[in-house]
């Protein structure tokens, strides 16, 4: 769904998808 949101053009989807990103990354043994 994170990828699709991205893939979108809109206002929020990109920095939904960096919130997702990030979120992700900051998780432990999270790997995407």
Sequence with gaps: ???R???KPD????YFAI???A?????PG???
């Design 1 to 3: 769904v994170s990828m």
């Design 11 to 14: 206002d929020k989807a990109p």
């Design 5 to 7: 949101l991205a893939d």
């Design 30 to 32: 999270a790997k995407a």
């Design 19 to 21: 919130v997702l990103v």
């Design 23 to 27: 979120g992700w990354s900051a998780r």
